[in-house]
Nanobody, 121 residues
């Protein structure tokens, strides 16, 4: 079992930056970690992922602006978000699964409670 707790969300102006953190209660070194986001009436979508096997994945809309990283000693995953835009406004969730990377949110076994990110224009 892994419990995930996100932090770092908030209100920021367009063009600003935020850094989200996801602290895990257990070891994450063998998990694929991902950040999803969700807005009202829409399905949860993957934003970025950093698999246990290496590499990173980003959805096209955040490439060049967001950076995902992990610290397996601190059991923490980060999402550095730069050049934020109003369309980035959403609840951001941290998720973990023991398999390989997938965009299918249903295949992630562990989820945090979410943190709100609001970008004003």
């Amino acid at each position: 079992q892994v419990q995930l707790v996100e932090s770092g969300g908030g209100l920021v102006q367009a063009g600003g930056s935020l850094r989200l953190s996801c602290a895990a209660s257990g070891r994450i070194s063998t998990y694929t970690m991902a950040w999803f986001r969700q807005t009202p009436g829409k399905e949860r979508e993957v934003v970025a992922s950093i698999p246990w096997s290496g590499g990173t994945f980003y959805t096209d809309s955040v490439k060049g602006r967001f950076t995902v990283s992990r610290d397996n000693v601190k059991n923490t995953v980060y999402l550095q978000m730069n050049s934020l835009q109003p369309e980035d406004t959403a609840v951001y969730f941290c998720a973990a699964r023991s398999g390989y990377y997938t965009t299918n949110s249903k295949l992630y076994a562990y989820w945090g409670q979410g943190t709100q990110v609001t970008v004003s224009s």
